[in-house]
């Protein structure tokens, strides 16, 4: 069982890469599990016709968790698997950990207690998917959001980022992340994805910023009507538009990630070296604005 873990700034598409790479792999004859970790629990959507499915804490919640305990939930077989995994496209198992009540715990706190019940039910030995995919918010200041990375869940982190400068500073701070527990038995930092978003396409910046983490570039991801199209009607370019470039791009870097052996612990950029990168981001940025 290979485990994928993508990171990124909220916005910036971790869904719509880890969506498309789920499609493309089960294509492939590949089983693929897609854990959601953000709260928002719409990581999957794009797998299931844009329909939500209960997070694993809304069930906890329905059950008594709060009253009984977790403990007591799973040792009476109070939790079926039927009530939590979900199939997607293609057969895609997909799971939402979802969050606490608005404005009450931590929302990362979801993380922890779905995989501890995932764990416990023993869902990975029934499920026995290939890949598993965790598609993680890039706020690794909180340990729940860490948690993939920082227990080592994933075989590889992927950060994915556009050349956006708050992009950037949160891909940073994942590096950050994981050069802090790579060495702990954390996750190693398989490669970054760019996935063009907002004014600034430059595909210089982002491969500049990984050369200088010690890491590579191993896939782009272009802005693309068909995606924006596709996920519209709640699909993967994939299932929307399976002869398209963009759907053989998908196919190509999914493969690229599955077959990768090559991990580094990164080296993240000081913060003086940051705000200096960030000025030529902004630079840029300008330029290109000014320019159209």
Same mark, same amino acid.
């Given at each position: 069982?290979?485990?994928?873990?993508?990171?990124?700034?909220?916005?910036?598409?971790?869904?719509?890469?880890?969506? %498309?790479?789920?499609?493309?792999?089960?294509?492939q004859?590949?089983?693929?599990?897609?854990i959601g970790?953000d709260p928002?629990?719409?990581?999957?959507m794009?797998?299931?016709?844009?329909?939500?499915?209960?997070?694993i804490?809304?069930?906890?919640?329905?059950?008594?968790?709060?009253?009984?305990?977790?403990?007591e939930?799973?040792?009476? %077989?109070?939790?079926k698997?039927?009530?939590?995994?979900?199939?997607?496209?293609?057969?895609?198992?997909?799971?939402?950990?979802?969050?606490?009540?608005?404005?009450?715990?931590?929302?990362?706190?979801?993380?922890?207690?779905?995989?501890?019940?995932l764990?416990?039910?023993h869902?990975?030995?029934?499920? %026995?998917?290939?890949?598993?995919?965790y598609?993680?918010p890039?706020?690794?200041?909180?340990?729940?959001?860490?948690?993939?990375?920082?227990?080592g869940?994933?075989?590889?982190?992927?950060?994915?980022?556009s050349?956006?400068?708050?992009?950037?500073?949160?891909? %940073?701070?994942?590096c950050?992340g994981?050069?802090?527990?790579?060495n702990?038995?954390?996750?190693?930092l398989?490669?970054?994805?760019?996935?063009?978003?907002?004014?600034?396409?430059?595909?210089?910046?982002?491969?500049?910023?990984?050369?200088?983490?010690?890491?590579?570039?191993?896939?782009?991801?272009?802005?693309?009507n068909q995606i924006?199209?596709?996920?519209?009607?709640?699909?993967?370019?994939?299932?929307?538009?399976?002869?398209?470039?963009?759907?053989?791009?998908?196919?190509?870097?999914?493969?690229?990630?599955?077959?990768?052996?090559?991990?580094?612990?990164?080296?993240p950029?000081?913060?003086?070296?940051?705000?200096a990168?960030?000025?030529v981001?902004?630079?840029?940025?300008?330029?290109?604005?000014?320019?159209?």
């Amino acid at each position: 069982m290979k485990q994928i873990a993508f990171y990124g700034k909220g916005g910036v598409g971790k869904s719509t890469v880890s969506s %498309n790479i789920a499609a493309a792999l089960v294509e492939q004859g590949i089983s693929v599990f897609v854990i959601g970790c953000d709260p928002k629990h719409d990581c999957t959507m794009n797998l299931r016709g844009d329909t939500e499915i209960p997070t694993i804490l809304d069930v906890l919640r329905a059950k008594g968790v709060e009253q009984m305990g977790l403990d007591e939930l799973v040792s009476g %077989n109070g939790i079926k698997l039927e009530e939590i995994i979900y199939e997607g496209y293609g057969g895609v198992y997909c799971a939402e950990c979802g969050g606490p009540k608005p404005g009450f715990g931590c929302a990362g706190r979801g993380v922890i207690v779905a995989i501890d019940l995932l764990k416990r039910l023993h869902i990975f030995e029934t499920l %026995n998917p290939d890949v598993v995919i965790y598609d993680v918010p890039g706020d690794v200041v909180c340990g729940g959001f860490a948690m993939p990375l920082r227990k080592g869940l994933a075989d590889a982190v992927y950060i994915v980022t556009s050349a956006d400068y708050l992009a950037i500073y949160a891909a %940073n701070n994942i590096c950050r992340g994981i050069s802090e527990f790579a060495n702990k038995g954390g996750s190693p930092l398989g490669g970054v994805i760019y996935n063009v978003r907002g004014i600034l396409d430059d595909e210089g910046i982002v491969r500049d910023f990984a050369s200088r983490v010690g890491s590579y570039v191993i896939g782009c991801v272009p802005n693309s009507n068909q995606i924006a199209e596709a996920e519209i009607g709640g699909q993967t370019v994939i299932e929307k538009a399976p002869a398209s470039d963009i759907a053989s791009l998908f196919r190509e870097l999914a493969l690229r990630i599955y077959e990768n052996t090559v991990t580094s612990v990164p080296n993240p950029l000081s913060s003086s070296e940051m705000i200096a990168f960030g000025r030529v981001i902004k630079a840029k940025t300008r330029e290109r604005y000014l320019n159209k």
